[in-house]
């Protein structure tokens, strides 16, 4: 028994111990960004909070944690226990101390799939929601151009900026010059292309309008790996009789995002039934039909050879599935109670129904397609779940600035979307931890454990236990003495040793968005029959 003791002793002396900083390891620098945030410290110490690791392993501790720069390099436990046979050790401290009684600390999120939008919606606005609600590392498209999403990269990385750590997803090519279009299209080429882009600081490369031939999306895939940079496929409806999920995960993709190409591989013909008048390049035809297709798909097969044959291939699923939910329910999409303080103007602009923006489809959308998109959840949600059963890799992103998925309160509901696939909360978490850090190879990344990158969350609330008390609002709970309050939400988001305040954040996304809605439109087709009767709105 005192082996065994001994043993036990040990092991947590060395987490106790962890990574211990080197030598005459030079001074960090502190950075103030206002009362916004701050860091990194020297030493910066959370006490007695509860830990959720990252892999799926349940709360522990409470512990001490000691972060330095940009590092996790302590943690003490003060479980009874522990506590016990450490008789009177007196608490770490340092150049700042969180006092966590009461709160849980997690790892940070990784979105392997968003976006920042264009003017006049702000980037702050972006960066402020996704790190209020606990993202510190997002895989972003380079919406506003490929050198203004690197050199924002490059301040986040230098933390000159308040914003998560960011790896932009470009299309092949990207980045590189002397290629022509014959170039690109040849997959003998892939091996230059692929070394150009990673010459060019690049690490993720979008694969979406490749389908069209599997020779090339194999020599992609091949040469990012080789590379160690990952590929990323929107597989389209208009090439997945080319390309669908099975094949693009058996030549080699990392992570197919989204919804298409699924039931398409378990159709008994080769190809989608289209109506005669169907066009992919009207957005109404094509998410009316991404969303019938599950519905005469042959699900014994989706459920069992396609979903084997992708884990057999290795691919990571990811899913997105908060930025399609308005499919199922516009009506509860349009009337989130986020919307009014925190969904900005040009954000709600872009959402209306119209032709001419992207995912602005909902004209024409009946309740036949609703009914559809519900049936279509039911049986993506089966088929994640027996994908994550067998032991495939479900990683988490979210695709919001789109579709009415308001960024950082969208982030949260992806997460409830996949604990209602079945995944239990704690894979639903590690999906977007560790599962998420080993799909985009960041090795550093993902638990919460001395040597690891100082990303983490300090959340009012077990999360493991209710998801919501992550949301920016919190939740309702009830005291020891039965009475009502609401929790606090993600209190602190620590990225890079930087500590967030992240009430201060969601004040200045509140700012933002009462000054957009300045000069915007006081009524539109989705509010006009809400408003009071006989009110005149100039």
Known sequence: MRTILVAFASLALSLTLGAQRPAGAPNITTRQFGDLAAGPYNRLVIRNAMVIPGHGGPPAGPYDILIEGNRITQMVPFDPVSAERRGGAQRLTGDRVIEANGKYVMPGMIDLHTHLRTLPEEIEYVYYLKLAMGVTTMVNAADRGLPSAMEEAKKSEANTIIAPRMFPLTSYGAGTTGFSRLDLDNPEKAPEVVRAMKAAGLRVISMD????????????????????????????????????????????????????????????????????????????????????????????????????????????????????????????????????????????????????????????????????????????????????????????????????????????????????????????????????????????????????????????????????????????????????????????????????????????????????????????AVRAPFLPRGVVIP
């Open 209 to 524: 309008p490749l389908g069209w031939s599997l020779e090339l999306v194999t020599a992609i895939a091949k040469a990012a790996k080789e590379n160690g940079m990952i590929t990323s496929f929107h597989l389209q409806p208009s090439n997945t009789a080319v390309t669908n999920a099975v094949r693009a995960a058996c030549a080699g993709i990392t992570m197919i995002e989204h919804h298409y190409g699924y039931a398409e591989a378990a159709l008994d013909n080769k190809s989608q039934d289209f109506p005669r008048n169907y066009s992919y390049g009207n957005e109404n035809d094509r998410f009316r039909e991404a969303g019938r297709v599950w519905n005469y798909t042959n699900k014994e097969r989706l459920l069992t050879t396609v979903v084997d044959s992708m884990l057999k291939c290795g691919v990571t699923l990811l899913p997105t599935r908060v930025v399609y939910e308005a499919n199922r329910d516009i009506l509860r999409a349009t009337s989130l109670p986020w919307h009014e303080k925190y969904t900005h103007a040009s954000l709600w602009g872009w959402n209306l129904p119209d032709p001419a923006w992207h995912g602005a489809f909902h004209y024409d959308w009946t309740s036949d397609d609703e009914y559809n998109w519900t049936q279509a959840f039911r049986l993506w949600g089966d088929m994640i779940y027996e994908f994550n059963r067998k032991g495939g890799r479900v990683a988490f992103g979210t695709d919001d600035n789109y579709i009415w998925a308001t960024p950082g309160f969208s982030t949260i509901r992806e997460l409830q979307l996949a604990r209602e696939t079945g995944m239990s909360t704690l894979e639903v978490l590690t999906s977007a931890t560790l599962n998420s850090a080993k799909t985009l190879g960041e090795p550093e990344l993902g638990l919460i454990r001395p040597g690891y990158k100082a990303d983490l969350l300090l959340v009012d609330g077990n999360p493991a236990s209710n998801l919501k008390y992550m949301y920016s609002f919190g939740d309702l709970a009830l005291d020891k003495d039965g009475k009502m309050f609401r929790t606090q939400g993600i209190v602190h988001t620590i990225k890079d040793g930087v500590v967030m305040n992240n009430a201060r954040l969601m004040d200045e996304v509140e700012k933002m968005v009462a000054k957009s809605k300045e000069k915007a439109p006081k009524t539109d």
